[in-house]
């Protein structure tokens, strides 16, 4: 009888039900927690933009905070608000993959590391009572050294001085390229200009400290991170690509010139 139980076949049937069972419990959670896990990176997301326009006030409930973000998209050829879709239905984390609504970036294009560049962007704008932009929020990407990293950049009403900056998604090593969540770094870009009179991208990171003494520096620069000068080359080239030409330049002349 004994031997009956302990033959070959049972141990293998016992095994491929444990398996089977365990295979059950694993795919239905995945199932069941797929919805809250999509929720919580979308309030994530949402906090990253409060937080990056400076208005993320702890305690609050995320989703009452945002309804004073207003969210449209922009087409960034023409630099134009755009209404070719509902912002409800456009997914800014994979836009960039859509041939329909994107494409190659050529090497010379290319300095953020992309690959590809999404046509329509969504963009976050905070208005004063008069209607008028208090802050603009515009997401960047952009390869460090391990990673895509992914963030928000704030601007003030003058749509050149930055309000914040942040990112909610990297790879970037800890205690160095990930200094870049650093709050101490983070608030060195605050106040800093993202354009000279010539309407140059200038904003960026520097190797080493900015030194104190030179106004160019003073007013466009942030210290580089140590031990991590190509994570903040990185940074820079995000910088550079996003408020560029094929970034958000047309978009931010265009408001900047009331055309939009
Ligand atoms: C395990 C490991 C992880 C690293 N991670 C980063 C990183 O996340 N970002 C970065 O810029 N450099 C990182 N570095 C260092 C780079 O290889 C490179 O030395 C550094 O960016 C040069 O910066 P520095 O001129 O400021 O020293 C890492 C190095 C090692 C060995």
């Known amino acids: 009888m004994s031997n009956k139980k302990d033959s070959i076949q049972n141990v293998i049937k016992v095994a491929l039900m444990v398996c089977l069972a365990c295979a059950v419990v694993v795919s239905s959670a995945s199932v069941i ?22 208005l993320l006030e702890p305690g609050r409930s995320v989703e009452e905070q945002f309804e004073q973000i207003e969210v449209r998209l922009v087409d960034l050829t023409t630099g134009q608000f755009t209404d070719v879709m509902d912002p409800a239905d456009f997914d800014p984390r994979r836009a960039a993959s859509i041939p329909e609504i994107s494409r190659n970036l050529s090497n010379q294009e290319d300095i953020a590391g992309l690959n590809r560049r999404e046509d329509i ?41 930055v309000v914040g900056l942040g990112f909610y998604d990297h790879a970037e090593t800890p205690g160095l390229g990930g200094e870049i969540d650093n709050p101490n770094w983070k608030s060195q870009w605050v106040g800093k200009k993202v354009y000279d009179e010539d309407q140059s991208v200038q904003l960026g990171v520097k190797k080493g400290s900015v030194d104190s003494s030179n106004e160019f520096e003073q007013r466009h620069r942030v210290d580089g991170l140590s031990g991590a000068t190509l994570t903040s080359n990185g940074v820079t080239n995000m910088v550079q690509f996003w408020f560029g030409e094929q970034g958000f330049k047309a978009f931010v002349q265009n408001l900047k010139a009331g055309e939009v």
Do not use: K
């Open 33 to 54: 927690l797929r919805p809250i896990q999509e929720r919580n990176q979308e309030l994530d997301f949402r906090r990253n933009i409060l937080s990056a326009a400076g």
């Open 121 to 161: 962007a969504e963009v976050y704008l905070v208005r004063n009572d008069a209607g008028e932009i208090d802050v603009l929020i515009l997401p960047v990407r952009g390869y460090g050294l391990w990673s895509t990293m992914r963030g928000f950049l704030a601007l003030d009403n003058d749509l050149n001085t």
